[in-house]
């Protein structure tokens, strides 16, 4: 439609208003959209990233297990995050973060493991130990499926 072409708008019977029509602006990135409103890769930008976020580390784990020959460079990420002690406080609270790029989506998993105290009580001990085990979890499903298991976590995409 040119800007000479007009809209014809219909009411109750009586003649038409005509207002002439403007295009609406084009937008490139909405215009290389894949599938009904699902953005896709453009020639504006990097292609859209989405992150999956678990919880449990044993879906986490299935969860990479299962789609293992779709991890980009075959490289999982892992770090421990503890939260700075509070005022006062010798009490850090423990998250494992680990993700990997599958199919072009980060698959993160942010599990709290627990608090640490300075004292290594005992409720620190159970702490650690937790870790222990999601650890040696990441390192048994990378020796299964050829997977490495390396430091750091995915930042802001």
């Not at 698959?107 to 290594?120: M, S």
């Not at 870790?131 to 490495?148: E, F, I, N, S, Y």
Request: proline share 6%; net charge negative; hydrophobic share 40%.
């Amino acid at each position: 439609m040119s800007q000479q072409e007009v809209k014809t708008v219909e009411g109750g019977g009586a003649a038409a208003t005509a207002e002439p029509m403007t295009p609406p602006a084009f937008d490139r990135a909405v215009s290389k959209q894949k599938g009904p409103g699902r953005p896709g890769r453009n020639e504006i930008g990097p292609p859209l990233r989405v992150r999956v976020t678990f919880e449990e580390p044993a879906e986490w784990l299935q969860e990479v297990e299962e789609a293992a020959e779709l991890v980009d460079r075959g490289v999982i990420r892992y770090t421990l995050r503890y939260d700075p002690p509070g005022e006062g406080y010798g009490m850090r609270k423990v998250e494992l973060v680990a993700g990997a790029v599958v199919g072009g989506e980060i698959v993160e998993l942010v599990a709290k493991a627990g608090v640490v105290w300075g004292d290594n009580g005992e409720e620190s001990l159970v702490t650690k130990k937790r870790v222990d085990t999601w650890h040696a979890q990441l390192v048994d499903l990378c020796g299964r499926k050829g997977l490495a298991l390396k430091g750091g976590r995915f930042g802001a995409v």
